[in-house]
């Protein structure tokens, strides 16, 4: 069974810094693109960032481009998110999510499963 | 970008009957070569982190119930519930995965009249 666990987040002042993981299971980690989708509160889904298997490309949302890094490390299984700069704006529930086994190598964002997300709260 | 609008932004339905959920996108997702469109739907329950539903527009995940069922004319997708449950109570949101930056519908809050 593929499992996703998410960490890291919590209380962090505007300008501060963050690092979310995501301790995967249940499937050939290093095979599938990882991303990150965070979850305002009450709020829609909004997709963060995307690293392929081999760690090789990374594709982020202007609204985290230049403050968030993504990144892996196939041998332990476990995919980050490096946030920086935080601004009261980027609070909300981030989720981990594989790409799909649906999604070929021409597709990047069919997610499935999700983790159940880590709360990250930015403070003015 | 590829913008996602769902109509409605919420629905109220009665036990056994259909519930309908569209989601129109501002730019073709069909990948013309795969005749494919990337469109996928997810059911996010509440506390609950969200679940794939249905994927390239139409095909059911596996393990869903096949009351759901997406289908598409041109750039507007639908999603049906023939005969609501009410276990079906959640928020319903479209996606394209047709190009960064991946996008998503607002979500359409689904309850029981």
């Known amino acids: 069974e593929v499992q996703l666990l998410e960490s890291g987040g919590g209380l962090v002042q505007a300008g501060g810094s963050l690092r979310l993981s995501c301790e995967a299971s249940g499937f050939t980690f290093s095979n599938y693109a990882m991303t990150w989708v965070r979850q305002a509160p009450g709020k829609g889904l909004e997709w963060v960032s995307t690293v392929s298997g081999d760690a090789t490309s990374t594709y982020f949302a202007d609204s985290v481009r230049g403050r968030f890094l993504i990144s892996r490390d196939n041998s332990k299984n476990t995919l980050f998110l490096q946030m920086n700069s935080l601004r009261v704006e980027d609070t909300a529930l981030y989720f981990c999510?594989?790409?799909?086994?649906?999604?070929?190598?021409?597709?990047?964002?069919?997610?499935?499963?999700w983790g159940q997300g880590t709360q990250v709260t930015v403070s003015s | 970008d590829i913008v996602m609008t769902q109509s409605p932004d919420s629905l109220a339905v009665s036990l056994g009957e259909r519930a309908t959920i569209n989601c129109m996108s501002s730019?073709?997702?069909?990948?013309?070569?795969?005749?494919?469109?990337?469109l996928a739907w997810y059911q996010q329950k509440p506390g609950q982190p969200p679940k794939l539903l249905i994927y390239w527009a139409s095909t059911r995940e596996s393990g869903v119930p096949d009351r759901f069922s997406g289908s598409d004319s041109g750039t507007i997708f639908t999603l049906t519930i023939s005969s609501l449950q009410a276990e079906d109570v959640a928020v319903y949101y479209c996606q394209q995965y047709y190009r960064t930056p991946i996008t998503f519908g607002q979500g359409t809050r689904l309850e029981i009249k």
């Open positions: 730019q073709t997702i069909l990948h013309t070569s795969k005749n494919k469109n990337y």
């Open positions: 999510a594989k790409k799909s086994a649906y999604c070929g190598t021409d597709c990047l964002g069919l997610f499935d499963p």
